[in-house]
């Protein structure tokens, strides 16, 4: 297992392994936002949780469709499978390489990106950690639609389309936590919904995720 | 132990191509699988190696004991080849590749990039992840292919060794390997082309 995720790591820093490309989507899009709603500060620490909790959640969307279709057309999805690596182990793994790779610079950069939004001082700490505890929650839905699309050429489209919906929960609860957290309001209730959301989907979907991969590598 | 498949019936996209297939592999024997493009002898060797469920019939002594090898390598562009095969080795719990590097000799290629070598060599490569596996039947389909004359040497070598250690393969190929293994020509046992009634026979 370690070597899978040593492998995949590895995978991501080297040339064309796509590290840091969502990273690089992140920062584009909060940038966008003063060019687009205009630099009124008021209004940018308004809307600034929601707008970095979507684009986390895009940034993230963005690196889903490599998560496993490469293994698959180079044939190691299916060695993997005839190997003595439990599937539910290989898509678990997938899935934390991804966070590590994807999700946790998402969550690293976030509070450098809530500066150019005019985040207020004590958003800060409830945006790094709703982020922290809800981009598990995506990478793992996100190895779910990925494995669902997985013999599809050009499967993008469709695995956002498939992956968008499932994340509306893990939105709502995470930009709840950062909106209240920057507002000075108590966090609790979303913050233990969130989390819940995080360790169900943790504890489930790599089952789900195995099941169908089975039945597209057929 | 041997492996044995009994009364098999396999469909490939919801049709059946082989049906009433039996035969047993005892170690130390190769069993050579020829026929026709399309009878099914690549879907034969997925559902052996377990990547399928076989439509009827049984299927003895196949559980985690193959080592399965496709048409494509499973090798990754940017690793190099003393790093794609450490990690097959890892993942199925082999200490050593040298022996793997050494049989196929890829000695000398092991610090390159994967992404750069010839058709061949990749074939190379994918061949010698089938000595770090370590399981004792090996499943290979058309292994020859891309391989220059002292390459098919060198494969046929390796399948000998393994005989000789108690192993066995099943190969799919239409070259002569000079292995004295008995053939299987799967072309009587094609099934007669009717789709399955249930409305999710795509799926099975």
Redesign the interface.
Known sequence: M???LL?DL??AF????GFGLGLAFFLIVTVLVPFSVGPQSSLLSTIAPGVLWLGALLACLLSLDRLLAL?W????L????????PLEAAVTIKALAHWLTTGLPLVLAAPVLGVLLHLPAQGYVWLFLSLLIGTPAMSVIGTFGAALTVGLKRGGLLLSLLVLPLYVPTLIFGAEVARRGATGMDVQTPLLMLAGITAATIALLPFASAAVLR?N?? | MTLSVTDLAITRGGIPVLEGLSFALEPGKALILRGPNGIGKTTLLRTLAGLQPPLSGQVNGAEDRIAYAAHSDGIKPTLTVAENLAFWASVFGTKSTQPALDAFDLGDLSGRPAGQLSAGQKRRLGLARILVTARPIWMLDEPTVSLDRSAVQMFADAVRGHLGQGGSALIATHIDLGLDGEVLDVGPYKARPKAIDDFDGAFL
């Open positions: 370690i070597a899978l492998r590895k995978l080297r040339a064309g392994g293994d057309e180079d044939g190691s299916d060695l993997l499978a005839t190997s003595p690596l039945i590598l057929r």
